[in-house]
């Protein structure tokens, strides 16, 4: 079974619809991410969170939010989705307890907004 | 502002023969290093790190070397699989940033059999 997954694996929305991507994780880390890989700019950081209590805003969050209902469990929403957050979004998790964090990746979730 | 960058967005390689991966760093206060591996319709994986305190780290056919006066790092694969073939990225952290990483833009690699 996978470490960390997520749902939907696609997605297709149109232009003003809420929508939520999922992720979950059995790595038991503290740490949780989401990302969103776009064409010749990588993989750029959205909203991270220490712990059940601690959310914070990564490089590109406008327009997005999260929530991190149990330490295993890490939601992002797109409130009102628009063109322009089409991509590839991946949600991760690291542990804490080291000092150099490695992360673990989630397969990603492909989303089209139409 | 890119602080990581990439500026070779594909190399192809014969099997067999030497991969070499670069990547340049702006900001000095990085201090770990990653390089993860991509395939298609998956999620990265930690390929391997480096701190800032060595040059150079080893795990089998993956060597990855760091030039800090030059802020460059490198990764060679030696001998180059077609099962290397993936896109890999070069990430960075720093402990004044609250270890988030910052992601260079990818290179394709494609090992031709």
């Known amino acids: 079974d996978a470490d960390v997954t997520q749902t939907p694996r696609n997605r297709i929305t149109k232009t003003g619809k809420r929508i939520m991507l999922e992720c979950s994780q059995t790595?038991?880390?503290?740490?949780m991410y989401w990302y969103r890989q776009d064409p010749g700019l990588g993989l750029r950081l959205i909203y991270y969170s220490f712990d059940v209590k601690d959310i914070n805003k990564g490089e590109i969050s406008d327009g997005y939010s999260v929530s991190r209902q149990a330490q295993a469990k890490f939601s992002l929403s797109l409130e009102s989705a628009i063109p322009n957050q089409t991509a590839l979004y991946f949600c991760?998790?690291?542990?804490?307890?080291?000092?150099?964090?490695?992360?673990?990746f989630g397969p990603g979730t492909r989303l089209l907004v139409l | 502002d890119q602080q990581v960058k990439q500026n070779s967005p594909s190399l192809s390689v014969q099997e067999g023969r030497i991969s070499i991966l670069n990547c340049d760093y702006t900001?000095?206060?990085?201090?770990?290093f990653l390089w993860y591996k991509k395939y298609p319709a998956e999620g990265p994986t930690f390929l391997i790190s480096i701190s800032s305190i060595k040059d150079k780290n080893e795990d089998g056919r993956f060597t990855v070397f760091l030039n800090k006066s030059a802020k460059h790092l490198s990764l060679h694969i030696v001998p180059s699989q077609p099962g290397d073939s993936a896109v890999y990225f070069c990430a960075a952290s720093s402990s004044g940033s609250a270890r988030q990483l910052t992601f260079g833009s990818g290179t394709q690699l494609t090992v031709l059999p």
């Open positions: 790595k038991g880390h503290d740490r």
């Open positions: 991760a998790t690291s542990d804490a307890a080291g000092r150099k964090e490695t992360q673990y």
């Open positions: 900001n000095s206060m990085f201090d770990y």
